[in-house]
T-cell receptor, first 112, second 116 residues
Framework: DAKTTQPNSMESNEEEPVHLPCNHS???????IHWYRQLPSQGPEYVIH???SNVNNRMASLAIAEDRKSSTLILHRATLRDAAVYYC?????????????FGEGTQLTVNP | SQTIHQWPATLVQPVGSPLSLECTVE??????LYWYRQAAGRGLQLLFY??????ISSEVPQNLSASRPQDRQFILSSKKLLLSDSGFYLC???????????????FGEGSRLTVL
């Protein structure tokens, strides 16, 4: 399985943008890039996903490198509620049977 | 969207006792279901996943087992718990919004197991 690499931790100040990087140098052509985040004592929640083009939704933006070997999750204005562990995972484009594995993720701290 | 129910939410069990964690899913049919374990608050370890009734794939050899007796029910069990089984257990269901899409995982609230 293709693997992702993320920094262990990052810090940001409230209301400033945050760029969370993810390396996936062994990504295959059928892998989508997914991001999840986990607040303390809760299950992870879906944030965003993409294949080749940059994606935006109400939570965040996803910038994907042209060679797809890395991506960046962008929180445009960090809030205290964005403090969480962020996971970048790869998911094959199929509707059944896929195992989904998570790494250690990035612990984001947001300072007031 | 889907709703994932997990119970019990918290469990304290002695070493050597049995375990049964249950997960049920609402709002979908024939989902892919997953059991994850999280120790020390970081990283999710995939334990089992299932693509249908009675179909279980095991990721990590250990004293845990999983069963899927019904389409939207996924059970994690152990006959004899070990201290190392302590952790936060999460059930997840894969929701594919569009045919041919990649889907997104919905997680339950988790079950915190402490083995003493």
């Amino acid at each position: 399985d293709a693997k992702t690499t993320q920094p262990n931790s990052m810090e940001s100040n409230e209301e400033e943008p945050v760029h969370l990087p993810c390396n996936h140098s062994t990504i295959s052509g059928t892998d989508y890039i997914h991001w999840y985040r986990q607040l303390p004592s809760q299950g992870p929640e879906y944030v965003i996903h993409g294949l080749t083009s940059n994606v935006n939704n109400r939570m965040a933006s996803l910038a994907i490198a042209e060679d797809r070997k890395s991506s960046t999750l962008i929180l445009h204005r960090a809030t205290l509620r964005d403090a969480a562990v962020y996971y970048c995972i790869l998911r094959m484009r199929e509707t059944s049977g896929s195992r989904l594995t998570f790494g250690e993720g990035t612990q984001l701290t947001v300072n007031p | 969207s889907q709703t994932i129910h997990q119970w019990p939410a918290t469990l304290v069990q002695p070493v050597g006792s049995p375990l049964s964690l249950e997960c049920t899913v609402e709002g979908t049919s024939n989902p892919n279901l997953y059991w994850y374990r999280q120790a020390a608050g970081r990283g999710l370890q995939l334990l089992f996943y299932s693509v249908g009734i009675g179909q279980i794939s095991s990721e990590v050899p250990q004293n845990l087992s999983a069963s899927r007796p019904q389409d939207r029910q996924f059970i994690l069990s152990s006959k004899k718990l070990l201290l190392s089984d302590s952790g936060f257990y999460l059930c997840a269901s894969l929701f594919v919004r569009l045919a041919g899409g990649t889907g997104e995982l919905f997680f339950g609230e988790g079950s915190r197991l402490t083995v003493l």
